[in-house]
């Protein structure tokens, strides 16, 4: 079973508590989501693994450490994953970006997919799913199932809220997939929306409320 990450870090906690806030206007979502991508990116990148190199420092040799040619993959689930790209990669500009195009219906709730462009070497690539908002799980999941039938191995999941619902069909579908969380919140309303959460993540991003 894939394991669930929050993130408690007292500079996430802040920044997401400003992201929620209903008068935090566009810019400053954007600009807080990708700060706390940033942030979020440092703990998902914990286990590269690393090979030993020796530097020269203006003093003599040191033995230092360098990323063991990883590769890595970037993932948004579109549109409102968008904002969590260059916060993740800030810190891995090598990493290559794909997209999938998702949208909710918003009668059954049920995903749609519109769009997908990857990397042509996902089977070699660790990937980082990324989307502000883990709900039903159905988005996720449907990515989730999208990358395997494309060839990825290693995928992660890295939102802000989670749901708890959408925690257990993401598990349930996917018992390989760890999830990182800024938070995990009480439930989903009636219209699958997260409760108390943050309200539409891509309209609040991008101003189409
Ligand atoms: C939102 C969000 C997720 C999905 C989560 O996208 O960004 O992709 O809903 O819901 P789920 O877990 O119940 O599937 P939305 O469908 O609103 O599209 P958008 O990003 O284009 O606004
Ligand atoms: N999508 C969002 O943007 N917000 C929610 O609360 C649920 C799905």
């Known amino acids: 079973m894939g394991k ?14 400003l992201i929620r806030d209903k008068n935090t206007g566009s810019k400053e979502f954007r ?3 990708e700060e706390v991508s940033l942030l979020m990116a440092y703990e998902v990148y914990r286990d590269l693994p690393l090979k030993e190199i020796e530097v020269e420092t203006p003093m003599g040799k040191a033995k230092g450490y ?6 890595l993959g970037i993932v948004p689930i579109l549109r409102a994953g968008l904002g969590m790209v260059d ?3 800030k810190l891995v500009p090598t990493a290559k970006v794909g997209h999938i195009g998702l949208y909710r219906d918003p009668d059954t ?3 749609v997919e519109y769009y997908a462009k990857l990397p042509p070497d996902i089977h070699e690539r660790d990937l980082i799913l990324v989307d502000p908002m883990l709900a039903t ?4 999941s449907a990515a989730v ?4 039938k494309k060839g990825a191995k290693s995928i992660k999941l890295v939102c802000l809220i989670a749901a708890p619902e959408g925690i257990e069909l993401v598990q349930k579908d996917h018992d390989d997939i760890d999830i990182f969380a800024a938070a995990v919140d009480e439930r989903l309303n009636s219209r699958g929306y997260i409760i ?6 891509g309209d609040r991003l991008f101003g189409t409320r």
Not at 4 to 17: A, F, N, R, S
Not at 137 to 140: K, R
């Open 4 to 17: 669930v990450h929050v993130m408690d870090h007292p500079l996430i906690q802040h920044k997401l508590t």
């Open 31 to 33: 600009e807080m989501v």
């Open 66 to 71: 360098t990323i063991a040619g990883k590769k």
């Open 87 to 89: 916060g993740m990669t």
């Open 109 to 111: 709730m049920e995903p």
């Open 137 to 140: 799980g159905g988005s996720a």
């Open 145 to 148: 199932h999208y990358l395997k």
């Open 196 to 201: 108390p959460g943050l309200g539409d993540a």
